[in-house]
């Protein structure tokens, strides 16, 4: 499992215009489990811990400059060498990182999600 079950990230729920693509890329590229999917809503996380729930919205605004939505997402990992297979698991399957930085308190990955919103 990529990330266990010492990871630490609040519950959110995003609404989003293309359910299955965004479905695919928290389970596929970031590793997150699917717990519940339904035509409309997908329910993600870890050992059945709810991270990340996706609900169908055609309403959704595309981010812009003048609009952003949300800001970004960030997940905590309980020791640094989990970032590392993170890493690992992201070049296993193709995925680019926009960037990475060590905050002395804390190392961080930035990424794009499908849609181009950085994480």
Request: aromatic share 10%; hydrophobic share 40%; charged share 20%.
């Amino acid at each position: 499992m990529l990330l266990n079950n010492e990871a630490l990230l609040g519950y959110v729920t995003l609404r989003v215009k293309d359910l299955k693509m965004m479905t695919q890329f928290y389970n596929e590229t970031i590793g997150l489990q699917i717990i519940n999917e339904t035509e409309t809503r997908a329910m993600l996380g870890v050992d059945n811990r709810k991270i990340v729930e996706l609900i169908t919205s055609k309403d959704v605004k595309q981010a812009t400059k003048a609009y952003n939505g949300l800001y970004h997402l960030a997940i905590l990992l309980p020791e640094e060498r989990y970032l590392g297979q993170i890493l690992y698991h992201f070049d296993a399957v193709g995925f680019d990182i926009g960037g990475a930085g060590d905050h002395i308190y804390s190392q961080a990955l930035y990424m794009n999600d499908p849609r181009g919103k950085w994480y």
